[in-house]
């Protein structure tokens, strides 16, 4: 499951993976996110936000992930990466190649200094 809160106020999106990431979990996740960008035409920010990558449950679940970072990089401005992962925290130097947004690794402990970057 993917818990998620909308800053609309901000524009930010938090996910907050909670086990391994399902094809539902980004079908939902698409939901949210396409309603918002009905009415505005991008997100500042996505804060991925996780002590450690869960991974995918199963083959369908990482081509949904992938799925849904193609239909939506374009409008999301910057990403941050809040994880003490190892696997999340080289994620910057490999999606750099096919992502548009800015994207940045924080340690897990500094959320709120992510935020403050995305809001900037």
């Not at 991925?48 to 239909?71: K, L, Q």
């Not at 750099?96 to 200094?113: G, Q, R």
Request: cysteine-free; aromatic content about 10%.
């Amino acid at each position: 499951m993917i818990a998620h809160e909308l800053l609309s106020d901000q524009s930010i999106l938090i996910v907050t993976p909670e086990g391994p990431l399902k094809k539902s979990d980004f079908k939902n996740l698409a939901k949210v996110v396409d309603s918002y960008l009905e009415r505005e035409d991008r997100l500042n920010g996505l804060m991925i936000y996780t002590e450690s990558f869960p991974g995918w449950s199963n083959f369908a679940g990482f081509i949904s992930h992938m799925r849904f970072v193609n239909n939506h990089h374009r409008s999301i401005v910057k990403i941050a990466a809040v994880t003490d992962s190892g696997f999340l925290s080289i994620l910057p130097r490999i999606t750099d190649h096919f992502v548009n947004a800015e994207i940045k690794h924080f340690n897990y402990s500094d959320k709120d200094e992510a935020l403050s970057w995305l809001t900037m």
